[in-house]
Nanobody, 124 residues
Framework: VQLQASGGGLVQAGGSLRLSCAAS????????MGWFRQAPGKEREFVAA????????YYADSVKGRFIISRENAKTTVYLRMNSLKPEDTAVYYC??????????????????WGQGTQVTVSS
């Protein structure tokens, strides 16, 4: 399984970014996908997850109403649209795929495949 995240960068507070994660080597259409992030000096935390068919979506409370997760199964790609960014959103963002098909977890331990991460920096 390979997950290639991209789209990070430097943005001012209030701005927007869209992250992409291209997946290969897994049954993407049957797999939920998730985004996590890790800020300096902090543990990695859940951001968002989307079910295999896009009908179930979870967000962390800290990003609810600002971030949107979506997927294109034909392109085996999952996206994270981040709006109204805040300095506290600064982190390395990782996409991940669960260890089992069909389920839509939120716990880090349920994800078995991880991308390399993309840095998002929000300046105040």
């Amino acid at each position: 399984v390979q997950l290639q995240a991209s789209g990070g960068g430097l943005v001012q507070a209030g701005g927007s970014l869209r992250l992409s994660c291209a997946a290969s080597g897994l049954a993407f259409s049957n797999s939920a996908m998730g985004w996590f992030r890790q800020a300096p000096g902090k543990e990695r935390e859940f951001v968002a997850a989307i079910s295999w068919n896009g009908r179930i979506i979870y967000y962390a409370d800290s990003v609810k109403g600002r971030f949107i997760i979506s997927r294109e199964n034909a392109k085996t790609t999952v996206y994270l649209r981040m709006n109204s960014l805040k300095p506290e959103d600064t982190a390395v963002y990782y996409c991940a795929a669960p260890s089992r098909l069909w389920i839509t977890p939120k716990e880090e331990g349920d994800f078995g495949s991880w991308g390399q991460g993309t840095q998002v920096t929000v300046s105040s």
